[in-house]
């Protein structure tokens, strides 16, 4: 089984479309930090104005780098407060014609933490959870100025290249609010038309009930006087036979929902299928275009970060290492499940491809969208903190399973998510140069800077951070009782899962392999407490390189330094990124997917 023709082109489109679109809204972004979009921008338009004068910030007001910390952390923290509110009092709320029931004290921490660190993990079905006034005010909300923090922090570490001997790195309320303001919702506005458009649901309405057209028997659990399930003498659930003749259809604003979910890279779905239910994702160009959205700004701000510093090579270069691994993963995870499952093959199973989708590894995706658009959506969604699927990632192959989760892994910096993705990967520059500088016996330097011990420091928490919060929290899931009874699938499979949920919460992607029963109390904390850690325990790190370096004075290029724009750079960079992925994380990875690799192949 070859992968098609037809797929890699459709591959190929998307990459070229994303590149295309990275220059023209990368220049834009920069001019609304720099002020020069237009005349509102620059003097501040009525809105920014009157977000000012409400919240009583001064926006003109320089911030020293903890000042900005404390700003940003105050802010996400009052946001997670709101979220939970609103889940425990949701009952008693308006906007809630499904009459949801409060959500429990573990599930509302840990949602509320997902969306206030820009994860969005879902340990909850969104249409059977959630009122229609949690899902906007609260989630929604949080899509639009979560992302936007993790902008601002970009934006800052850019300052900090440009400014010289300074202790300020600019006003986090100005970069929050112009972030959200002329990028994050004018973009959500004009996609969540597209997506109306296409048929995405966006209304107030109750879930509608319809009569099926053919009645389903189903065995329904009898329950005893307790309220509790009926078991018989050997311990099985007691049934009744039932016959279903109606069917609900949840509906709700999702399209406002869906739009701010793909450009800010969030990925919490309005149903709990996320991207893979027709309401959301109906048609293929709305599939095209939120995948398109999903690396959208995270590419595009590697160029506004070149125009910010005065180099834009510096952005191009970024954006070229990011792409190579990209694509490279890419491709090598096609190729895997377009081969389909070597178990069914044997059994004598049809999986050859056709002219269409349908072809390869089938399980656990939508026909639809086929191997194709599943493979490149997995990828996506991995490669930025975004964490929404149209795919059951646990279905993949083996070694295809790996891949997702393996640049989950690399930190989310190959893309990333809004603004944390591009000054993850600029961490690992900082720690590329200085490797280099090993090297040849001289002080690294990175964009007119000299990159000293602090420098070094900041950037080796920001990398082992994650990976600590990951490794220890797959281990005490696989200790603990608790932990072992959310898994659903025996032996390495299991692990993966586990492995697979500590990953995508130590490094805020929020997509979850499935199988893995994560809606309690264990999970709901563990989870929730790493994901508190992955976000902040990064964000500080760079805030703090950002003062180091605006306290630093500007180094002129010499003989020695070494060129950060060049293609060997990027070869440094991309090597830097690998290695320390490796290093950490296949051990691991060999006792999850890879021994599950070998096991099939091996059942042959």
Same mark, same amino acid.
């Given at each position: ?108 921490? $840990? ?6 660190? $820009? ?116 311990? $099985?659930?007691v049934t009744e036979k039932a016959t279903a003749t109606e069917q609900t259809i949840p509906l709700g604003p999702a399209a406002s929902q869906i739009a701010i979910k793909q450009l800010g890279t969030n990925g919490g779905g ?18 095209f275009l939120e995948l398109l959205a999903i690396l959208l700004i995270p590419a595009a701000l590697c160029y506004t970060f070149g125009k910010m510093i005065g180099d834009t090579r510096q952005g191009w270069a970024i954006l ?69 699927? $149209? ?104 692990f993966s899962e586990i492995l697979y949920a500590f990953s995508s919460a130590g490094n805020n992607n929020g997509s979850a392999f499935a199988g893995l029963s994560a809606n309690t109390p264990f999970y709901n904390t563990s ?78």
């Amino acid at each position: 089984m070859n992968a098609t023709a037809n797929g890699w082109l459709q591959l190929a489109i998307y990459v070229a479309v994303l590149l295309l679109l990275a220059k023209p809204l990368g220049a834009y972004m920069a001019a609304v930090y720099e002020g020069r979009a237009n005349r509102a921008q620059r003097v501040g338009g009525p809105l920014e104005r009157v977000i000012y004068r409400a919240a009583g910030v001064d926006p003109g007001r320089e911030m020293s780098w903890v000042d900005y910390a404390l700003a940003m952390l105050w802010f996400n923290l009052a946001g997670a407060l709101v979220v939970y509110a609103l889940q425990r009092l949701q009952v008693y709320l308006p906007l809630n014609p499904q009459d949801m029931a409060a959500v429990t004290p573990d599930s509302s921490f $840990n949602t509320a933490t997902s969306f206030a660190t $820009n994860t969005n993990w879902q340990g909850y079905g969104g249409e059977s959870t959630m009122s229609y006034l949690t899902q906007m005010l609260g989630l929604g909300v949080q899509n639009f100025v979560s992302a936007a923090s993790g902008m601002a922090v970009l934006v800052a570490l850019a300052r900090g290249f440009v400014r010289r001997q300074v202790t300020d790195i600019g006003n986090f309320w100005f970069d929050l609010v112009r972030s959200t303001v002329y990028i994050l919702l004018p973009l959500s506005l004009v996609f969540a038309l597209v997506l109306v458009s296409q048929g995405v649901v966006q209304t107030f309405d109750k879930y509608a009930t319809v009569t099926m057209s053919e009645p389903v028997t189903y065995d329904n659990p009898k329950n005893g006087p307790d309220g509790q399930p009926l078991k018989d003498e050997k311990g $099985n659930p007691v049934t009744e036979k039932a016959t279903a003749t109606e069917q609900t259809i949840p509906l709700g604003p999702a399209a406002s929902q869906i739009a701010i979910k793909q450009l800010g890279t969030n990925g919490g779905g309005f149903f709990n299928v996320n991207s893979a239910h027709p309401f959301e994702n109906p048609t293929p160009l709305t599939n095209f275009l939120e995948l398109l959205a999903i690396l959208l700004i995270p590419a595009a701000l590697c160029y506004t970060f070149g125009k910010m510093i005065g180099d834009t090579r510096q952005g191009w270069a970024i954006l070229a290492a990011m792409t190579v691994i990209f694509v490279s993963l890419l491709a090598w995870d096609y190729s895997l499940e377009a081969r389909g499952n070597p178990v069914l093959a044997k059994a004598g199973a049809d999986q050859l491809a056709s002219a269409s989708n349908i072809g390869g590894s089938m399980e656990g995706k939508e026909v639809r969208f086929g191997v194709t658009n599943s493979v490149l959506w997995a990828v996506a969604t991995t490669s930025a903190s975004n964490g929404s699927v $149209n795919s059951m990632h646990d279905s993949m192959m083996p070694l295809a399973g790996m891949i997702p989760m393996w640049l989950i892994q690399l930190g989310e910096v190959v893309y990333g998510g809004v603004g944390s993705g591009l000054y993850g990967m600029i961490v690992f520059a900082i720690v590329a140069v200085f490797i280099a500088g090993l090297m040849v016996g001289r002080t690294p330097e990175y964009l007119g800077k000299k990159i000293g011990a602090f420098e070094i420091k900041m950037a080796s928490i920001a990398i082992l951070v994650p990976p600590f919060l990951v490794l220890g929290g797959t281990a005490l899931a696989v200790l603990v009782d608790a932990g072992k009874a959310g898994v659903a699938n025996p032996a390495e499979h299991g692990f993966s899962e586990i492995l697979y949920a500590f990953s995508s919460a130590g490094n805020n992607n929020g997509s979850a392999f499935a199988g893995l029963s994560a809606n309690t109390p264990f999970y709901n904390t563990s989870l929730g407490i790493v994901m508190l850690f992955a976000r902040y325990w990064l964000a500080i790190p760079v805030l703090a390189i950002a003062g180091a370096l605006a306290a630093a004075k500007h180094v002129p290029p010499g003989n020695g330094t070494l060129p950060t724009h060049t293609p060997l750079f990027v070869v440094v960079l991309i090597g830097t990124v690998i290695t320390v992925g490796a290093l950490t994380f296949v051990p691991a990875l060999a006792l999850g997917p890879v021994v599950e690799h070998l096991l099939l192949y091996g059942a042959q």
